[in-house]
């Protein structure tokens, strides 16, 4: 049964009287300033600016990425990063999430018939794979039109199977919770371009990690080209856009690499988390936007790739890789709440991050969760203000369209 229940709403503007308590209790918060020793996820240096890198030189040169990070996959520890909890647009790497939260929902022999339902909400200029109404599709043929095409057709038509749009974000939501992604705020399951959807390096990197503990996951990354059904017994070939996997447009083919999920938007710019194996060692890079389009992303990711598997031995870890709180991982303070502190302001949740509070006793935790609550709703107005509005968006992943039609089968 489909959920019909409405996407949860944003937060309220506040009433004049919540602002007026604010008023009063942000300078009493300010006036005590909380522990710098407050963790942040992964470790309080992955909250500081600039590069972190322990024990190594020779990073690659020209990185124009905003963040990236790298890190060793069976050890979670980051072995270099920058700005890797910095909250930016995630683009289609964000079905990293949407796989970690749904594939196991289905069996992929399952088959669904496709309605006009299915495809009604989906966002104009989405990047899409070709699922048509009529045509019944296994669920392992929409999983591959997700992770080969980003297609938002495929995310929509699992979602509704799901229970529907609004019941898969607040799945996705609680997952990425879970893994202790506390940067991710979703609002949509496909990536696409929305007002407060974010994310950043270290929560792409820690879905990655996840999901690549799943063999359909990884298998799913990992495949180049697949035939596609294009209604009765015909089908079309459809090819990964992920061009390190290809090497599509001229890039070369990268050594031992396993996936994972490349992105484009307008506003998010060119994303991309991949994984690669040498030597029996696998590491997990994320690049988020580099100033350099097309295959920059593409480029500054085998870069830092190159620089992990030959000075991975020598690096001492700027942080780790956390685990999820299901499979034993210790509980952490919301993303940069150290720093916050540090500059002498009240500790609060990241923007976007969903996750409760606990209820503090006494007038003084009071006055924590108002001031954290100011700040909070300060830096919400602060992303939205940033973000594109969504009908000014690009096809997404649309740097590689063009070449990459499907081929029409018998």
């Not at 919400?380 to 740097?399: I, K, L, M, N, T």
């Amino acid at each position: 049964m489909r959920d019909s229940s409405p996407v949860p709403p944003r937060a309220a503007p506040l009433s004049r009287r919540a602002a007026l308590g604010l008023a009063v209790a942000v300078p009493l918060a300010a006036a005590s300033p909380a522990s710098a020793a407050t963790p942040v996820i992964g470790g309080e240096r992955l909250a500081r600016a600039g590069v972190q890198v322990r024990g190594a030189a020779g990073l690659p040169k020209r990185l124009t990425a905003r963040s990236w990070l790298v890190a060793d996959h069976e050890s979670g520890e980051v072995l270099a990063s920058y700005h890797a909890h910095t909250n930016l647009a995630p683009a289609s790497t964000l079905k990293m999430l949407f796989a970690d939260t749904v594939l196991k929902n289905f069996e992929r022999t399952e088959r669904h018939r496709v309605t006009d339902a299915d495809l009604a909400d989906i966002p104009s200029g989405s990047s899409m794979v070709g699922v048509k109404p009529g045509i019944t599709y296994t669920v392992e043929q929409l999983w591959l039109g997700v992770f080969l095409r980003s297609g938002n057709d495929a995310v929509h038509v699992l979602s509704h199977m799901n229970g529907g749009l609004a019941r898969t974000v607040a799945q996705m939501q609680a997952k990425a919770q879970d893994l202790q992604a506390l940067d991710t705020h979703v609002v949509s399951p496909d990536g696409f371009d929305h007002k407060g959807q974010v994310s950043s390096a270290y929560d792409l990197t820690l879905f990655a990690r996840h999901g690549l503990a799943d063999a359909d996951f990884r298998a799913y990354c990992h495949t180049k080209t697949a035939n596609f059904p294009a209604g009765g017994k015909k089908t079309f070939q459809i090819q990964n856009t992920d061009r390190l996997l290809t090497g599509a447009w001229g890039v070369p083919t990268y050594d031992g690499l396993i996936g994972v999920k490349n992105g484009y938007t307008s506003n998010a710019g060119n994303t991309f988390t991949g994984a690669a194996t040498r030597g029996g060692r696998t590491l997990l890079v994320t690049v988020m936007h580099p100033k350099s389009g097309g295959s920059g992303v593409y480029e500054e990711t085998a870069a830092l790739l190159d620089w992990g598997f030959k000075e991975g031995a020598k690096v001492q870890s700027v942080g780790t890789l956390v685990d999820p709180l299901s499979e034993g991982g210790a509980s952490a303070a919301p993303t940069r709440r150290a720093a916050k502190a540090a500059a002498g302001a009240p500790a609060a949740a990241t923007g976007g991050d969903s996750s409760s509070w606990g209820l503090v006793g006494g007038a003084g935790g009071a006055v924590a969760l108002l001031a954290g609550g100011a700040y909070a709703w300060r830096r919400r107005r602060r992303a939205v203000g940033d973000e594109a509005p969504e009908e000014h968006q690009d096809r997404q992943d649309g740097q590689d369209r063009q070449g990459q039609r499907g081929r029409r089968q018998g």
